[in-house]
Nanobody, 128 residues
Framework: QVQLVESGGGSVQAGGSLTLSCTMS????????MGWFRQAPGKSREGVAR????????YLADSVKGRFTISQDNAKNTLYLRMNSLKPEDTAMYYC?????????????????????WGQGTQVTVSS
């Protein structure tokens, strides 16, 4: 059974940085479509990034482009979300998700791979 565990959230001031981690158990992250989502209180869930671990193809939402990057450590079976130049509007609960490996890179990149596995979330709070 696939499980995802996020960590690395916290409270920072605007302009600061955080790195979120998502560690998978029950399968390997290699060859899969993974994503980062966030949800602020009173708002709907927003897709922040998608990442195909086979070739590192990355999609970033316009709201985070140029500030957030994704990387992977296959040995640790972990995906990272590096967040720089954080803004108060980045405040949200951040979730890591993984899709079934039947979906390839193109499907992942265009956002058509359904995410079947979700972590419990890690809170990010950015103060002005």
């Amino acid at each position: 059974q696939v499980q995802l565990v996020e960590s690395g959230g916290g409270s920072v001031q605007a302009g600061g940085s955080l790195t979120l981690s998502c560690t998978m158990s029950g399968d390997t992250i290699i060859g899969g479509c993974m994503g980062w989502f966030r949800q602020a209180p009173g708002k709907s869930r927003e897709g922040v990034a998608r990442f195909y671990t086979e070739d590192s193809r990355t999609y970033l939402a316009d709201s985070v482009k140029g500030r957030f990057t994704i990387s992977q450590d296959n040995a640790k079976n972990t995906l990272y979300l590096r967040m720089n130049s954080l803004k108060p509007e980045d405040t949200a609960m951040y979730y890591c998700a993984a899709a079934s490996k039947i979906w390839g890179g193109s499907t992942c990149y265009v956002g058509r791979a359904p995410f079947d596995y979700w972590g419990q979330g890690t809170q990010v709070t950015v103060s002005s």
